[in-house]
């Protein structure tokens, strides 16, 4: 149950950090609820599941501070500018340091090349399954990716469930 407070009082944290841009709400809201899934699917550990479930509410964190500080937010920019807020708001909640560095390792979900963890895959899963349907991408784009970076037997089936009803 205290780990449940937690991620509540962080989720009310974003959202403020998030106050009035629904979109950006709504996404983390979103990849938030695809990790919690996939995670419980996939039978993760309770402590792995806490930190999963925190690092999809603070992923795209770095968003804000990069359009402020350069005038656009692509994934680099997100990874650079998006720790040092994870840190300041993660602290205040009194998580322990090496969750938070960890969390903030889990920030660098644009790059797929250091995936080492389940908790980075699920993450980079749930984003992914948000992402496809916000861009609006085609099937043959969600295709390639579902086979060349999904591992989790959950998120390949929530993958297939959602865009191709089987």
Do not use: W
């Amino acid at each position: 149950m205290y780990q449940e407070n937690i991620i509540d009082m962080l989720m009310r944290k974003m959202i403020h950090f998030n106050q009035n841009d629904p979109q950006r709400i709504h996404h983390l809201i979103k990849v938030h609820s695809f990790a919690q899934m996939i995670g419980r699917m996939e039978q993760l550990d309770g402590h792995s599941q806490f930190l999963t479930e925190c690092a999809a509410l603070v992923h795209d964190i770095g968003i804000r501070p990069a359009e402020e500080k350069y005038g656009m937010s692509s994934g680099r920019l997100q990874e650079q500018e998006g720790p040092f807020y994870a840190r300041k708001m993660l602290g205040e909640l009194g998580f322990e340091e090496a969750d938070i560095n960890r969390i903030c390792y889990l920030g660098h979900h644009h790059t797929y090349a250091d995936i080492d963890g389940i908790d980075y895959q699920i993450l980079v899963e749930a984003d992914f399954l948000v992402n496809f349907y916000e861009d609006n991408l085609g099937k043959n784009i969600i295709e390639t990716t579902l086979q060349k970076i999904f591992q989790t037997e959950s998120g390949k089936t929530l993958c297939r469930l959602c865009y191709f009803g089987h």
